[in-house]
Structures are given as structure tokens and as C-alpha cells.
């Protein structure tokens, strides 16, 4: 579950992962069965530019994990369920990917709905409806219903 403190936990992450150069340090989930997988399919299928920003490594690697800029995008694939998405909770779609936007953290949006749940955390410097848009060819691709 994503705990209010995980939420917390992941704002400041991407706050201080803004200021880095390099490679950046995220951590990775640990998906198991379908959605490990997936995920790692997921990897190779996202695009090596987002937004004006190039991919850049991570530290620890994963496969589950991509990051653009100095972390100003991260994604990290096989996360838990959004512990603040209730049954009726709102679920945008976007270009076929409906993503959940957690109330508590204006900048964390996952996709819902799929054999994975797929995390997205998006700076304010950028529109995170752009971004959601580029990402939802490779999660159709590679992440199944």
C-alpha cells in the first residue's frame, strides 16, 4: 500500500533528485509474476526522450524504474495499488491508459487497470498531461489489461 509517508517520501525524493546530475538514485519496486513481465518489457519500450529531457541511469538499475533529467520525471513500474484510490476514485483516461491522480501529491499519477501498476512522478516544470500522453503508447504496448 502507498502510505501518506510514501507519498511524502516520493515528493521530496524527486525535490532532491532535481538538484542531482548524473545518474540518479531511485528506489526500485519489486513487481513479482505478470507484472514483473510486464515491467521489464516496459523498460525497453519507453521513449529515450520525454519532454525535452533525456533518459538518464539509475542507481540501483532496475529494469522496473526509467528517469528523464536530473529525475524530473521518474517512473517506476510494479508499484502497489494507491493506498488513497478508492473504489469510486476518479480515473482519468488518456490516449486508452486511465491514470489515477493522487489527491495528496499533485505531481504522482499511476496507471490503474492493467496487470501492473505503473507510477509517474512529473515536476511542475512540466505538463504532466503531455507526459501521461507520450508514456501511454509503450504502457498499452507492453502492460496488458
Same mark, same amino acid.
Given at each position: 500500500?502507498? @502510505?501518506?509517508?510514501? #507519498? +511524502?517520501?516520493?515528493? =521530496?525524493?524527486?525535490? /532532491? $533528485?532535481?538538484?542531482?546530475?548524473?545518474?540518479?538514485r531511485?528506489?526500485p519496486?519489486?513487481?513479482?509474476?505478470?507484472?514483473?513481465?510486464?515491467?521489464?518489457?516496459?523498460?525497453?519500450?519507453?521513449?529515450?526522450?520525454?519532454?525535452?529531457?533525456?533518459?538518464?541511469?539509475?542507481e540501483? @538499475?532496475?529494469?522496473? #524504474? +526509467?528517469?528523464?533529467? =536530473?529525475?524530473?520525471? /521518474? $517512473?517506476?513500474?510494479?508499484?502497489?495499488?494507491?493506498?488513497a484510490?478508492?473504489?469510486?476514485?476518479?480515473?482519468?483516461?488518456?490516449?486508452?491508459?486511465?491514470?489515477?491522480?493522487?489527491?495528496?501529491?499533485g505531481?504522482?499519477?499511476?496507471?490503474v487497470n492493467?496487470?501492473?501498476?505503473?507510477?509517474?512522478?512529473?515536476?511542475?516544470?512540466?505538463p =504532466?498531461?503531455?507526459?501521461?500522453?507520450?508514456?501511454?503508447?509503450?504502457?498499452?504496448?507492453?502492460?496488458?489489461?
Amino acid at each position: 500500500m502507498l @502510505s501518506t509517508a510514501r #507519498v +511524502a517520501a516520493a515528493a =521530496a525524493a524527486l525535490a /532532491a $533528485l532535481a538538484a542531482c546530475s548524473g545518474t540518479v538514485r531511485i528506489e526500485p519496486p519489486a513487481p513479482t509474476g505478470k507484472a514483473a513481465e510486464a515491467c521489464a518489457k516496459l523498460g525497453p519500450a519507453l521513449p529515450r526522450t520525454l519532454d525535452g529531457l533525456d533518459r538518464v541511469a539509475t542507481e540501483p @538499475s532496475s529494469p522496473y #524504474v +526509467a528517469v528523464w533529467g =536530473a529525475g524530473e520525471i /521518474a $517512473l517506476r513500474c510494479g508499484v502497489d495499488r494507491p493506498a488513497a484510490m478508492s473504489p469510486t476514485a476518479e480515473v482519468s483516461d488518456i490516449n486508452g491508459v486511465g491514470w489515477f491522480a493522487d489527491p495528496r501529491a499533485g505531481t504522482l499519477f499511476t496507471a490503474v487497470n492493467r496487470v501492473a501498476y505503473v507510477e509517474v512522478t512529473i515536476s511542475r516544470e512540466h505538463p =504532466a498531461g503531455a507526459v501521461l500522453v507520450d508514456l501511454a503508447a509503450p504502457i498499452k504496448a507492453t502492460i496488458p489489461e
